[in-house]
């Protein structure tokens, strides 16, 4: 089995900020898998505040490739399972190969990948667009330039629900809040009516990851349903989610890929837990992936290549939050420059 990668440098269309960093440029990577003349496409991004970086994804891809040279391809999750013998603790790089894997083998049975999974395309969600933190007017301005029926406000100022009142004023749309782990447990029972009377959906990660201590006390206090984020990162952290929020975001990056991504919505689901998949700023590649998973979800965040200047891929496409349905086999992602 061949694997071939390369970072790419992803300009954003505006600085997007929440309420721990900003940036105009996201650096990710692309893997492609080859066997028997089929070939497939996956992505993670490089992230500083989980410390991932180019030189490190590199180092470990070129190990996954010395491993790959002699490697009898089967099925993604047998790949994925031996990846994590000798890499259990590398999500990110998981992630790319695991992508790449199943689009190879979905390939390989000419069929889209959610089919290869025995889905059906009905019941699925709307893809809510982000708005970052910035002025109120600029809030606004990216909000115009972007009609949509659902908004994502990343919060986490002195002046969020300031911030909210502002942009209802300029749109119907359905609102989700992210606050990026910026409130304590009270600040959210504080917000949260006065959020719900704003037409706001759900508040997504308001207090610190992995404080389930005040995650209880904000979920049980809150007009509003809470989701897990940062306190949902991978398989084992589903089940510390239970009573403590009322769902969980799992991104494919923090969790190693699909392979779990899709034994945690099962046991999301087996606990009464909603479930979210979101992104975090990849290329059409990588949001061409989390698409197969829609028919799965009760909520979704696949906004990432809709803020890029320039997308590096084609892929699926998505009109005012719609998903339209992958009618080609894999994820139907493609790279306008192959590798």
Not at 52 to 61: D, M, Q
Not at 106 to 113: D, E, R, T, W
Not at 156 to 185: M, P, Q, Y
């Amino acid at each position: 089995m061949n694997c071939l990668f390369r970072s790419f440098d992803l300009r954003l269309k505006n600085t997007f900020t929440i309420s721990r960093e900003s940036y105009d440029t996201q650096t990710n990577m692309i893997v492609r898998l080859e066997w028997n003349g089929y070939y497939g496409l996956g992505e993670c991004t490089t992230n500083p505040f989980y410390k991932v970086t180019v030189p490190y994804l590199a180092g470990k891809l070129s190990e996954i490739k010395s491993f790959l040279s002699a490697y009898i391809f089967s099925h993604p999750e047998k790949l994925h399972k031996d990846l994590m013998t000798f890499m259990p603790n590398d999500p990110f790089v998981l992630c790319a190969v695991d992508i790449a894997a199943w689009d190879l083998y979905a390939k390989m049975q000419g069929k889209p990948l959610y089919q290869v999974w025995g889905l059906e395309w009905k019941n699925i969600p709307l893809t809510n667009f982000t708005i970052g933190i910035d002025s109120i007017e600029e809030m606004v301005k990216k909000m115009k330039e972007m009609p949509w029926p659902l908004y994502k406000i990343k919060l986490g100022t002195t002046r969020d629900i300031e911030i909210v009142k502002a942009l209802r004023k300029h749109t119907d749309a359905v609102f989700r809040i992210d606050a990026n782990c910026a409130w304590s447990a009270e600040q959210t029972i504080e917000y949260s009516q006065a959020l719900k009377n704003l037409g706001v959906e759900f508040i997504e990660q308001p207090v610190k990851g992995y404080d389930f201590k005040e995650a209880a006390i904000a979920k049980n206090g809150s007009a509003l349903p809470i989701i897990a984020d940062e306190s949902c990162q991978v398989e084992a952290d589903v089940l510390k989610c239970v009573g403590h929020f009322d769902g969980i975001n799992i991104k494919l990056v923090k969790c190693g890929g699909l392979t779990p991504a899709l034994r945690m919505i099962e046991e999301a689901r087996i606990h009464n837990l909603k479930v979210m998949v979101g992104c975090m700023t990849e290329s059409s590649v990588g949001i061409s992936a989390i698409a197969h998973l829609l028919p799965l979800l009760d909520y979704v965040d696949m906004d990432g290549a809709l803020l890029l200047k320039e997308d590096i891929a084609t892929g699926i496409h998505i009109e005012n939050g719609i998903c339209l349905q992958p009618e080609i086999p894999g994820t139907s992602a493609s790279l306008l420059n192959p590798l």
